[in-house]
């Protein structure tokens, strides 16, 4: 191969599909076809049978989990470089969230069947994406823990925290994230009144930690 | 390790480990170690490799995690059938992300890191059946997440105590359907929902009228 393919170049700066040997990377995107997205279009829709994984290449896209009264709620915004679907991908169990465009967005998309003619043919290459699904969960794992036994000014600095070290496992950057996520949508994610949220973020912006923008909020920490 | 009869049907009717191929499951008892814990031993403690994954064969234990510098929360209660430690197996000796610490005198069947490594790499396929049960807790946590910070404390609870229920009836196959008991004392649930003991009994109370779960002692029977 003489020239290098930019869409491996590109996810091969996310500490995920970076880590894969080089031969299971060009197998992935040889698998995968190109798909575009417009703002409010769904790559993924909560309780369906799981389409395959995708990875934002261009533009922004929305986690979203659907309440039992019936709304929705926001749990991670990601950008260039994230990887989504892995759970439905791996379990083959209806999908757990829906994962909304944004903006216009395009996007790498491997389905259920390239993966499982990928691993049928190499039953090891299943270890390598478990490793998505264990790194997803070993957050998880840890923001539920966090809901419990933190108070609120501390659980919202990890919450921003932990959300900045996604988007540097996505595409690292040297300057501030900047988390594309509104005071309504943040304060809902962690159960506290605008009120409260907009006193902890001047807190936290007192502090150095985070700088406080419209529709967005820069990590500095 | 010699497995009992009665143990080996314990865990043979917990739907994860009851689905493997029978080639598996004696695979891993085969490979595996019984181990006993004293009352309030931790059996893994969160941050050291993992050393392997094990199942409760008798006794209580709980799953705790560091929330910031100090305390420890706790996230599950587990007995008979209670399998733990998939996290730090699965990734092949990652540091673990829980402490599993015996409440009671507790007796185990463990399948040490090495143990688990030989498996898959004999037969690579036999991976992605271990993942099963991850997956199955990921899925929990995740719509946990999302519930516990949108929801009122009532319902919060109400999820939690279905959770417990789905990790038990993944327990014991023979109450898949209807009602399940689960032995967990209040102050347990205050802690696990983060409310306080009489926030909680107030909770309970209102979930016991609308007819959901019915509360006893050190227990509470999840109906619905």
New interface residues.
Partial sequence: MDARDPVVDLLGQGRWFGGLSPALQRQIVERSTIERFEPGEFLIEEGTSPPGMYAVLEGRVRVR?R???G?D?T?HVGGRGFWVGE?GL??G?PT??STVADTRVRALFLSTTAFERI?DD???H??AF??L??E???R???????????PSE?RLR?RLLNMASMWRDDLPVSEPVAIPLSQVELA????LSRQRLSTLLKRLQAQGTIEVGFRSIRVLG | MEISARDADLLRQGPWFGHLPARLQDLIFDRSVERSYGKGEAILREGEPGKGMGAVLDGRVHLLRRAGDANEVLLDVGDTGFWFGHYGTLSGGAPSIGSIVAITPVRTLFLPVAAFERIVGAEPRFYRMFADILLDRHAHMFRYLAEAQGLPPEERLRTRLLDLAHVRRASESRHRSGAVSIPVSQAELATMVGVSRQTLSALLARLESRGLIEVGFRTVRVLA
């Fill in positions: 989990r309440l039992p009264d709304s709620i749990l759970y791996v379990s169990k757990i969230g691993v190499e039953p090891m299943c270890r478990m490793a699904v264990l997803r969960y070993r998880v794992f840890g923001l539920v823990a966090e809901l419990q036994g933190l501390e990890r809902r994610m962690l159960g």
